[in-house]
């Protein structure tokens, strides 16, 4: 399976998170926006995971310190391969969350990247800027409550891949298990 731990977040930050969405695609000559359903932040990507290692990082996920309640969403960004973002401001406790999971994982055997770690959420692919270097300012800050840490699984096929949610830890603290999908 190919996985990858993530930040979910609510229903509310998904809205604000698609306006900003529709507002950097409405200013490109061409742009592939992300599903609302799809919209997460990436915290460590694991890549093809045997079915029987899912306990291992279950139990990672469950040792975690509490991730933050919420983020501070200051800024949009791109990538140099077309994919343009939103991110929040510094947050320490999300750096520690980081780090802390990175550290866990390597623990337990598993592959980490070892890039620097740029807190973002992809909101659009294949962007094309109607100007070279053109990219809208985020104008109104917004903070986002974190759903969740989770566990999800990544299916490739043709267009977007589709996102499962396998595993999930609210920011509040203890497992809840397989999260309800709203």
Request: net charge positive.
């Amino acid at each position: 399976m190919r996985l990858f731990i993530a930040l979910r977040f609510d229903e509310r930050a998904l809205k604000q998170l698609t306006a900003v969405q529709g507002k950097l695609c409405r200013s490109a000559a061409r742009c592939s926006p992300v599903q609302r359903d799809s919209l997460h932040m990436t915290l460590a990507f694991l890549g093809e995971v045997e079915n029987a290692r899912t306990a291992a990082l279950k139990h990672i996920l469950d040792g975690l310190d509490p991730a933050p309640s919420s983020l501070r969403f200051e800024t949009v960004g791109s990538f140099a391969n077309g994919i343009w973002w939103c991110g929040p401001g510094r947050s320490p406790p999300l750096t520690r969350l980081h780090s802390q999971l990175r550290h866990a994982l390597r623990e337990q055997g598993f592959a980490v990247e070892d890039r620097p770690f740029v807190p973002h959420v992809t909101l659009a692919r294949r962007v094309v800027p109607n100007a070279p270097g053109a990219l809208p300012q985020l104008q109104h800050p917004f903070a986002a409550q974190v759903r969740s840490v989770s566990l999800m699984r990544s299916q490739l096929g043709k267009g977007a891949p589709a996102y499962t949610e396998l595993y999930a830890v609210p920011p509040g603290r203890h497992s809840a298990g397989p999260m309800q999908h709203q």
